[in-house]
């Protein structure tokens, strides 16, 4: 990410963010220039704090009070670790212990199961792994082929080019206009969204609605709903240390304990987690999402590192979630080396 930051205001801005995260208390300017070995005088920081806060690194919470980084400031912070060498300590050790778990030959889910929990113990924040949904796609366009005077084919094509066909008997004779007219209403208010999207809208319309629309609606629905019911299930995604966070004070984490609770609901729902968490990565290599960067509410009180692993078609991710005010330094190191692990692990069990 690039900065206009000076050399100087850079090293500041590292130093104030690295002790914030170990204190978990705003940080002065004499302070900051006595601990952190910066070399330059106390009101040359107090200066150079004034300057970053006024660019958006940094907050001052009271003011008579330190600083605290901004999602600015932590992401700052953040871009300088992922450009320096990461260190490999305990890596042996998480690896070792994936092996033993998974036993031999390695399943993936054995292997990911292991996963979030040594991911866990070592960064003590709630930890996650998910391998790459399958079968998956945006929804481009569905239509309905008269077999017989009772019988569909129904097409679903997707933005990927996947074709799927199932052959239904809808139980009552329809006409041609009749196919195309229902095949233009779900056309018109599904297209672009993704099919397991489409399949949880359609049977909540058809439960909870209490007008059912008009004839033509209430076939096209019910045709999709039979259409769409042996889609894929959702990927399994490993979840652990969920009550970590917990035993984090409101003071030390910065996070209430309603934030907490709705992070945990997330968890729990797992489904809507794994749709957030697919939407983050979108390549090989290290993501990190801090605070207003997350697409959902729920979570712009946290930050995420989540690191992909691949061998042949076996993909996904692992990571981690906590609060900003997160070691990242060890956490960057630590989804990093277990998803190269998982690799491995994975690559010796063929």
Do not use: C, W
């Amino acid at each position: 990410m690039p900065s206009n930051l000076s050399p100087r205001a850079a090293r500041i801005l590292a130093a104030l963010v690295g002790e914030y995260i170990h204190t978990a208390e705003p940080v002065g300017s004499a302070r900051l220039a006595q601990s952190a070995g910066l070399d330059v005088s106390s009101a040359t920081v107090r200066n150079t704090l004034a300057e970053l806060e006024e660019l958006g690194y940094l907050q001052q919470p009271h003011t008579s009070a330190g600083r605290v980084p901004t999602d600015r400031g932590y992401r700052f912070y953040v871009d300088q670790l992922l450009e320096a060498p990461r260190p490999t300590k305990g890596n042996a050790a998480m690896e070792a212990q994936l092996r033993r778990d998974a036993g031999s030959p390695a399943l993936v889910e054995d292997v990911l199961a292991s996963v979030s929990g040594v991911l866990s113990r070592a960064s003590k924040l709630v930890a996650f792994a998910l391998p790459m949904a399958h079968g998956y796609g945006i929804l481009k366009e569905i239509d309905f082929v008269p077999l017989s005077s009772s019988k569909v084919l129904v097409v679903v094509v997707t933005d990927d080019g996947q074709l799927t066909r199932k052959a239904i008997d809808v139980g009552e004779e329809l006409h041609p206009q009749d196919l195309r007219l229902a095949a233009n209403y779900l056309n018109t208010e599904f297209a672009g969204l993704p099919l397991e999207d489409v399949r949880s809208i359609v049977i909540d319309r058809l439960q909870h609605e209490r007008t059912l629309y008009d004839a033509l609606r209430s076939r096209a629905l019910r045709m999709a709903q039979t259409s769409l019911e042996e889609l894929p299930r959702p990927p399994a995604l490993f979840v652990d240390g969920a009550s970590a966070l917990l035993d984090e004070s409101a003071e030390a984490s910065g996070i209430s304990f309603a934030t907490l609770r709705a992070l945990l609901r997330m968890v729990e729902e797992k489904a809507r987690l794994v749709r957030i968490l697919n939407e983050y990565i979108d390549g090989p290599g290290l993501t990190v999402v801090i605070g207003q960067e997350h697409r959902s509410p729920d979570l712009r009180a946290f930050s995420l590192v989540a690191s992909s692993y691949a061998n042949g078609t076996r993909r996904g991710t692992v990571g981690v979630i906590g609060p900003m005010r997160m070691h990242y330094s060890r956490n960057i190191a630590v989804v990093d080396g277990i998803a190269r692990a998982v690799s491995r692990v994975l690559r010796d069990s063929m």
